[in-house]
Each structure stands twice: as C-alpha cells, then as structure tokens.
C-alpha cells in the first residue's frame, strides 16, 4: 500500500511542477482545447464512379481549386482526386480523404487508393451526365489522378464504377499555412491538416490583437482585413466535419513575409505538459495486478471476458475481468444480485469499476493465480467505456501443471490453459463421435495429463 500511496505522491509532485511551469499556457488555452474531442472514423462504404485526368506524373494535377499549390512538396504527392461540385462543397471538402476501390468491373485490380481531395471537377452541362458529363449535379464522382486511378483499375478502363468512404487523414508534421495578400489583406491557404482533413472556420491573433475571425474565400483559403504586420501569429481552426476546434500559437514570427509557408510546431510549451502528463497518467494508471487484497479499492478499467455459477459455492457467481496489460482477476458477487449485474454488464465490453472490495482469493478452485479477489456489490460503480483499441479479447493461464492439476481434476472447474502441443491421435467414441487423444507439455515441457481425450467440433 506504501508503495502505492508513493507513486501516486511522486504524480501530483510532478503535476504540480508543470501546472507551475507551463500554468499561464493552459489558462490561455483553456477555451480553445475541445472539452471533448472528436476523432473522426471511417464512414460506410458508398457507391460512386471514378475517372482519371493527367498522366502518369500527375503534373497537371498541381495547384487545383484548393488552392493547395506544388501537391508534391506540399505533402499531398499524386494520390489526389478532383471532386463533383456535389461533394466538394464549395471546398469545404478541402482536405478530406477518401478510400476508393473499384467494383462490378472487368477493368477492377483489387487495390484500394486512399486520396486526398485537392481539385474541383465541374460540371459539363454539354454532355449528359451519363456520357462524358460525370461530374455534373447530383452525380458522385471522383476524378483521379492518373497514379492514384491506376491503383485500383486499368487506365485504358476510362470511367469503373467504385466504392467509397471517408477516412482520417494522416499527416507528417505540423499544420502549414501559407500567405499571400498585401499590408492590409492577410489570405492564407490551410495546408497538411488531419484527422477529417478539413476547415469551416478559422481565426488569426497577432501579439497586440485579439482573436480575429477570417472569411472562407475559397478551396482552403481564409482572409483577414487586418494590418498583421510586425505581430507573430497564431491560428485557431474548426473542422467542418467534427467541429473539432484546434489552436496553433506562434505559427509565424513578427517578421513574416508574405509568399512564405509556416508550419505549426510540433510541440508546444503546452503539447509538451499534455504528453507529460498523459504519459505519468499511464505510468500509473491503476492496474490488476497491483490489486492486494485488504486495500482500498482504485478505479480499473477492464474487459469482461467470462462469467460463470461455480459448483462449490451456489450462493455465488464470478466474472473474469482482464485489463488493458493482459492481467486477469476473479469478481465475485452474491447470487442474489445476479439479475442486478446482468442487467449492467455484458460479456467482453469493457467497464470502469470502483467501489467494490479487494479480499483474499481462498483456496477454491480459481480461474487465475491472482492472490486476490474483488467482491462487487450493489453498490459498486460500474460504467460502461468504449472499447479501446488494443485492449485484450482473450486470456490464458501460463503455469507449471502442478500449479492445475487440482482444479483440473474437478469438474466444471472453468479455466482457460495454455500449453504446448506436441502430438494427436485421431479416435472415436463407441458412438463413433469424433475423439482425439492431446499430447501437452507446459512451459517446463513437462508432461501434462498425456492422452487427454478432447472432442473435435464437426461441421
């Protein structure tokens, strides 16, 4: 418990130095930071058609209604893609990336391209809309570069049929911004942004001003009717698909120029107490494993894996909780609650629990060699949290046999048991069901329970 009680002194130790260090960044930052961010996720598959323009150095595909310039050292390369004005959105889709396959065609190879939107493909009101008027209103279509089309079809194919979804960018390095304007006119194109990939609004604050709200002008450009000069610069832009709202302070220096590209840095004074931060919260991020039993309880975020009536206790029943490190540990509530905790928990969905009571895990046929227990209670938290990525679906016990071997030999002793297999011998019942003889060792190689019958499923 001591040991505990120290990290957790050693935390705030550390919290308190970098709210003294960095202290006025956060208050500053505090209205500008989500309260909870959105991370955007891929959307479902759709249909559309796809085309492709330029050839195969995609050189004509450069500069495009974003505004985006030279696509090559701007960070965006020749995976680009010319909206219909349907899905452009007078450019709000600026930015946003797509995934493309193509289907139902001979022409289709079988990749997937993922582009970025960086062009506008009009429409051609001179030729019908399904014959060389593609991008007209309200059709789908996505005009490739030429490399990027190639990845999923054939060129000499000329239009496939595809399926689409949006995706989250994924960029290197910071937000860019690039100027142009006069002393009295500030227009910046947006450059290299993740996530949803785009911008609806945005806002400028030099040194000696407050923030300044900037008009869409067009693609991915923003204007200010301002006089900037002599002030560094910072930006604040919201996602138009999210609504996520980001800050970049300091972007570019009092003595900016116009024709020039700034990037945001990648760490900030603040980004750097936000990783700190974040990294001491999962240094000492409450784990199974440190659960003893007689201490208070903390706050653990697990994943249900099983629950089960154990046979020597019918008063009981038990869940096998396992966290995000792979360590298990055996719940245990009072039959008559059953009904209670069916109703908030739901097999291999993942909780936050708290309040329950840490005790010694007793000589009882167990599922794991935790030396602890938890005892849940109807007055214990539980709250559903999304599945995080990563987290475990599964659970073995690694352990000599001997350590086994009495639960083992009881039955509807429920364990999940991994150890090497080193030969089978098909068989049969005298009710010819399939039967097969295991050989296993454990992780000493030692023989464990050699001819063990298990009977193989049959479709």
């Known amino acids: 418990m001591a040991s505990f009680h120290t990290s957790w002194a050693f935390y705030l130790f550390l919290m308190t130095t970098i709210f003294a260090l960095f202290g006025s960044d956060f208050v500053e930052a505090a209205y500008a930071i989500p309260r909870a961010p959105t991370v955007y996720r891929p959307s479902a598959w759709t249909l559309a058609h796809a085309t492709f323009y330029g050839d ?22 020749t995976n680009t893609a010319a909206l ?46 399904n014959n060389g008027g593609w991008c007209n209103p309200p059709r789908t279509h996505f005009d490739m570069a030429k490399p990027a089309f190639m990845q999923i079809a054939q060129w000499k194919a000329g239009i496939v049929p595809v399926m689409y979804r ?3 960018c994924v960029r290197t390095g910071g937000v860019r911004f690039s100027f142009q304007g006069n002393g009295y006119w500030l227009l910046v194109y ?33 204007q200010a009717f301002a006089t900037l000069r002599g002030q560094a610069l910072s930006f604040r832009l919201t996602s138009y698909t999210t609504k996520q709202t980001i800050t970049c302070y300091n972007v570019a220096p009092s003595n900016w120029n116009l024709g020039l590209t700034y990037e945001a840095n990648l760490l ?28 208070d309880p903390v706050p653990i975020n697990v994943r249900v894996m099983r629950s ?3 046979y ?17 540990i055996q719940a245990t509530a009072h039959h008559k609650d059953k009904d209670h905790f069916q109703s908030k928990i739901k097999l291999m969905s993942c909780y936050r629990i708290d309040n329950y009571i840490c005790d010694t895990a007793d000589n009882s046929p167990r599922v794991t060699l935790h030396p602890a227990i938890i005892r849940l209670s109807t007055t ?19 352990c000599q046999y001997e350590q086994l071997a009495s639960p083992i030999n009881r039955q509807h002793v429920f364990i999940d048991y991994a150890a090497r297999l080193y030969g089978i011998t098909n068989t049969a019942t005298k009710n010819d069901k399939p039967l097969a003889h295991l050989r296993l060792t454990d992780i000493r190689w030692d023989s464990v329970m050699p001819d063990w019958p298990f009977p193989f499923l049959v479709n």
């Open 308 to 310: 089960w009536e154990p």
């Open 56 to 77: 195969e150095s995609a050189s004509s595909t450069m500069g495009g209604a974003c505004g985006y310039g030279n696509l090559m050292t701007n960070g965006y390369g």
């Open 84 to 129: 219909s004005s349907t899905v452009f959105s007078n450019g709000y889709a600026c930015g946003q990336c797509y995934q493309i396959k193509c289907v139902q065609s001979p022409w289709c190879s079988t990749g997937i391209a993922t582009v970025t939107a960086t062009n506008l493909c009009p429409p051609n009101w001179s030729q019908d809309s």
């Open 312 to 328: 020597w206790r019918k008063n009981e029943f038990c869940y096998l909780l396992v966290d995000a490190y792979g360590d298990a």
């Open 190 to 222: 947006v450059m290299n942004v993740g996530g949803a990939g785009d911008i609806k609004s945005m806002w400028v604050k030099g040194t000696k001003t407050a923030w300044i709200s900037m008009s869409h002008n067009w693609g991915a450009s923003y």
């Open 166 to 168: 949006r995706v989250p």
């Open 268 to 295: 900030t004074k603040l980004a750097f107490a936000v990783v700190v931060c974040a990294y001491i919260l999962f240094l000492f991020r409450p784990r199974t494993s440190s659960i003893q039993p007689k201490l």
């Open 380 to 398: 214990t938290v539980i709250s559903l949290i999304p599945d995080p990525e990563g987290f475990p679906t599964y659970h073995f016990n690694f």
